[in-house]
């Protein structure tokens, strides 16, 4: 039977439209954008960037070649980032070969699978079954979680809580694994890296099988700080944050922002002006800008320090200093040989006196020792910040410390004092929200000293530091001199004050 005119015309078209589509996953985007979304499409540059360099990988992971590399992407939320890579991307790939295996994953499983359906609406669409009518879903395999192509191909859906036991994939596609509504949790942190590293082991074949991290920064040893510290895994990052930093990578993309921005539509000054006022310091920073810990600090700001000359503050004052310890278990510092962050807890040591309602901190550091090695330590490095018969060492009793206190205290001299609110005291948030006024007020100065900029980054850092025994040691330093709510400075000298004035 001979095709009338405009059949064969429809026949052109869709062949057109199937050599488009397939040559460019970013044409295959725009074709297939309103199938899943109502809203008008609002593009953007990035947006092609990301289907472009999606695209690149695809060759590998169909030809099964060597992988070039794994990718993780940092982007703002609203950047049409799971739209591209949880579900339009498997649509695409399975109409060049749909015997592709993909595990896909969100931090949560409604949204895996929510995902996972979008990408069954493209598929099971009659304008995809008239383009590529090859890609048939089998119709014993077709569960919200799990669907299988009668080529051989197959979709796990899965979520941070979830596994993937059983499955391999040729792709792996990771959408924020770890919830954002608790980036301050260690154990949903930790909690998204295991289930990371378990899908990493989910491949077909080791150097084929790509993996996918795409999430905002949520802290200093998120899921992205993970897999950028791992020597033996080569990955490329691109770090696309709302404004314009340092933190764009790669590096030659900042040419592409207009103004400073992004997006000028979607995420134009107006809007993320707004965001700043809604999200907060860090929130605004780790979710538009990408970085973990922002610049100017977060509950307490870098510019409410002052630092003295250490030497000519000593030659003039005369005080007891006192010694605060949070002592940890490990001995051996476990760094990230990329992010150079130590992976475990160290000891946290601070040395500090207090002069007319003034906190000087002469010392700060972190150590990592076994008990015998901490002990002979501690008397050593209080002695060298002048200890006295009127100074204390005041070591909160968790961890090591209730032994470290004993030990010392039995075979030294030193006035070993236990932290007793250590074990009773508010969240850390609470601690270092109560003692902020005090240290914007000005009553905590630093000593100069090479540990400046760490402590700095410990307590400004706060709650996406890599370690918070800084914050601890200072919120017990401010109770220690200045009380809950600053009574101490109602001492005998301000008393005495008071009368001469009257």
């Not at 078209?13 to 295959?28: G, H, K, L, P, V």
């Not at 695209?55 to 049409?80: A, M």
């Amino acid at each position: 039977m001979n095709l009338t005119d405009n059949e064969q015309l429809k026949q052109t078209f869709i062949q057109i439209e199937r050599e488009a589509t397939t040559e460019s996953f970013y044409e295959f985007f725009l074709s297939f954008w309103s199938t899943i979304v109502q809203e008008e499409l609002k593009d953007n540059w990035h947006i092609k960037y990301l289907c472009d360099e999606l695209q690149y990988l695809s060759k590998f992971i169909i030809e099964r070649k060597k992988k070039p590399y794994d990718l993780v992407i940092n982007v703002p939320p609203g950047s049409t980032k799971t739209t591209i890579v949880l579900q339009m991307y498997p649509a695409w790939i399975w109409a060049i070969d749909p015997s592709i295996r993909i595990i896909s994953s969100s931090h949560g499983h409604d949204l895996s699978e929510n995902s996972a359906n979008k990408s069954k609406d493209i598929i099971t669409s009659k304008r995809y079954q008239a383009l590529f009518p090859h890609v048939r879903l089998r119709r014993d395999s077709k569960a919200k979680s799990k669907y299988a192509t009668t080529a051989g191909g197959n979709r796990h859906t899965t979520s941070t809580n979830g596994s993937a036991t059983g499955d391999h994939a040729h792709l792996k596609l990771m959408d924020d694994l770890q919830d954002i509504t608790k980036s301050a949790s260690k154990a949903n942190r930790e909690a998204a890296i295991s289930h990371m590293k378990m899908l990493f082991t989910r491949e077909v074949e080791k150097d084929n099988s790509i993996n996918i991290l795409i999430m905002q920064r949520l802290h200093e040893l998120d899921c992205t700080a993970y897999i950028l510290s791992l020597s033996n895994r080569k990955v490329k990052h691109i770090c696309l944050p709302a404004e314009e930093s340092d933190a764009i990578k790669p590096p030659e993309l900042r040419k592409h922002y207009i103004n400073g921005l992004l997006d000028p539509i979607r995420m134009s000054d107006e809007i993320l002006a707004h965001k700043k006022q809604e999200l907060g310091t860090y929130g605004y920073n780790s979710q538009f800008q990408q970085e973990a810990t922002p610049p100017e600090g977060g509950i307490i700001k870098r510019n409410w320090f002052a630092i003295l000359e250490k030497e000519l503050f000593v030659s003039r004052h005369e005080s007891p200093v006192h010694f605060f310890i949070d002592t940890a278990y490990e001995k051996k510092k476990n760094v990230n040989k990329k992010t150079k962050e130590a992976k475990n807890d160290p000891t946290g040591l601070l040395a500090c006196s207090f002069i007319k309602g003034i906190v000087y901190i002469y010392d700060y550091r972190e150590v990592y020792m076994e008990l015998p090695d901490l002990c002979k330590f501690i008397p050593k490095w209080a002695r060298s910040y002048g200890y006295t018969s009127r100074s204390t060492i005041r070591i909160e009793p968790k961890a090591s410390g209730k032994s470290t206190a004993q030990t010392i205290r039995q075979f030294t001299s030193l006035n070993v004092v236990e932290i007793l609110d250590a074990n009773t005291k508010d969240s850390k948030e609470t601690e270092l929200t109560n003692a902020a006024p005090a240290i914007e007020a000005g009553r905590v100065t630093l000593l100069e000293g090479q540990w400046n900029v760490d402590f700095l980054d410990r307590i400004c850092g706060f709650p996406n530091a890599a370690h918070d025994e800084a914050v601890d040691l200072l919120c017990y330093a401010k109770k220690f001199f200045l009380g809950d709510d600053n009574s101490a400075l109602v001492d005998d000298a301000f008393e005495k004050a008071m009368k001469l004035l009257s």
